[in-house]
């Protein structure tokens, strides 16, 4: 069997006339194909009709579409009163709420009204397409096409294949995507699919970060938003999203891998979640929200205490080069002696090491050592991190010095891997395991991620553009500090690294 996504009387059905449902309408019908809208809710699809159709004319007012345009595709959408209207779609999308055994009834109710070569899809997020089809006749002929809110803003959409999908199955909702204007990514049917299982490293290690004391959360978001170049901060994502969609979502996952360490769930959202804060949507998350704008944070201020001179670690050649001619050009004087002077403050620069073990290590003293991170450039945010003994006088010295040149500073407690250093060693480790599990192509990954998630780069190239080997120093120091399996590293990303190969290398 096999549907011709091209035909011009391409007949989509839609059952489910919410964000995703509308959304996917709208897309279709503006590709020119024909669309059945169906809601259980009275009134609910001639509402989405409604509400595409404004939608579209707000595009004509900023001269983006023709009014004509707009009336082509609104005409093509028609709404059906029973789901046996269902009965001449070529390919049927399912958008309702994710509950399996209620899809699961769905699929058998809708196998009972269309042809024996209608392609079924659903659009879950976080639910498995092949238990969705068990129990059909045809569980060939169902596949996975999970696309993300809003629709037509987001052009990325999922297309999962299921134990028993038949290849023309992927092939057609491949083609569909494209149609409509979307990139398709192929996946295996497996917990989070591509998108939501390369996620769980953002905010999970962030979480953590949090609930071990090591920075607030805003000064988190900061990190990642001005080091790590993220277009928003862990905790700026999870009070947009909202935490009775987040950590449901999380648990699932952690359960359906049957509790993988590195998808581990916080207490922290648990509670939250029970205390209703759930984010913009309550004025109350991590943040508190005034009509939909944050609260602003404080900022510690920048000390006028500078160094009487610095030593810089020399463990690593490059890095100290780097460092040193920072500290010269903000006008630290330089301990140029191999061991420091007793008045110094010692800068230390670990990856994925706390400042203690690496002042101990080092042989310099702990209550004058900070460590600065070095994972990213320097120039949009600096990361000092103290060890638990470090001088206050001492503390503010550093701050005072590395944030002379107007360069904003974070100041955290001791923590193996820093922020930036944990959190992209997570999201990069995740990318690597998935494609290690042949869930999708390399460049599959990288594509969902940037497009889905919106991250500066797929996790495979983030981890080639910070070097392979300096994420798996990361996690084994991460891993050895902590012993925690959540930090082992993945076999893709072990072998490329030892091998310098790009982590975007296919087997």
């Not at 002696?337 to 670990?350: E, F, K, N, Y």
Request: charged share 20%; hydrophobic share 45%.
């Amino acid at each position: 069997m096999a549907v011709d996504v091209a035909r011009t009387d391409l007949t989509l059905g839609i059952v489910g006339t919410g964000l995703m449902g509308r959304g996917i309408a709208q897309i279709a019908a503006q590709a020119g194909v024909n669309v059945l809208l169906f809601d259980s809710r009275e009134g609910a699809a001639a509402e989405a009709r409604n509400s595409i159709r404004d939608i579209l004319m707000r595009q004509v007012e900023k001269g983006k579409l023709k009014a004509a345009d707009v009336e082509g595709a609104v005409g093509r959408i028609r709404i059906l009163e029973g789901l046996d209207g269902m009965a001449p779609c070529h390919i049927v999308i399912e958008a309702i709420v994710e509950n399996l055994e209620v899809k699961r009834q769905m699929f058998q109710t809708l196998e009972g009204i269309v042809s024996d070569g209608c392609l079924l899809a659903t659009n879950t997020s976080s639910l498995s397409v092949t238990a969705i089809a068990a129990g059909c006749r045809f569980p060939g002929r169902i596949g996975g096409f999970h696309f993300f809110s809003p629709v037509p803003l987001m052009k990325i959409v999922e297309v999962i294949d299921g134990l028993l999908t038949e290849g023309w199955v992927g092939e057609a909702l491949t083609a569909l995507a494209n149609r409509m204007g979307h990139t398709p990514v192929r996946a295996k049917d497996t917990p989070g699919f591509i998108v939501n299982h390369a996620g769980r490293g953002f905010g999970t290690e962030a979480l953590r970060i949090l609930g071990e004391g090591i920075a607030k959360f805003y000064e988190v978001d900061r990190i990642m938003r001005e080091a790590g170049r993220f277009r928003m901060g862990p905790f700026e994502l999870l009070d947009m999203t909202g935490l009775d969609v987040s950590h449901p979502v999380i648990e699932s996952i952690y359960d359906q891998y049957y509790q993988e360490p590195r998808f581990r769930p916080s207490p922290i959202t648990r509670q939250m979640l029970i205390a209703g804060t759930l984010g913009r949507k309550t004025n109350r998350g991590f943040y508190r929200y005034t009509d939909g704008v944050a609260e602003q944070m404080p900022v510690r201020p920048l000390p006028a205490a500078r160094p009487a001179r610095v030593w810089v670690s020399r463990t690593d050649p490059a890095l100290h080069a780097q460092v040193m001619e920072l500290v010269t050009r903000l006008g630290g004087a330089i301990d140029p002696g191999d061991r420091p002077s007793q008045d110094a403050l010692c800068i230390v620069m670990p990856l994925g090491g706390d400042a203690t073990t690496v002042a101990l290590a080092e042989g310099v003293d702990p209550t004058r050592t900070l460590a600065l991170d070095t994972l990213f450039e320097l120039s949009r945010r600096r990361t000092l991190m103290t060890t638990p003994v470090t001088l206050p006088e001492v503390r503010d010295a550093a701050h005072g010095l590395f944030g002379g040149d107007g360069v904003p500073v974070s100041v955290i407690n001791d923590s193996a891997g820093f922020v930036a250093q944990r959190v992209v060693a997570l999201i990069v480790n995740i990318g690597c395991d998935i494609a290690q599990q042949r869930i999708a192509t390399p460049q599959d990954i990288d594509h969902a991620v940037t497009l889905g998630l919106g991250y500066p780069q797929g996790p495979l190239a983030m981890g080639d553009t910070l070097g392979a080997m300096r994420i798996l120093t990361i996690l084994n120091n991460m891993l050895s500090f902590y012993g925690d399996p959540r930090y082992r590293p993945s076999p893709w990303l072990t072998r490329r690294a030892r091998l310098g190969v790009s982590l975007l290398t296919p087997e």
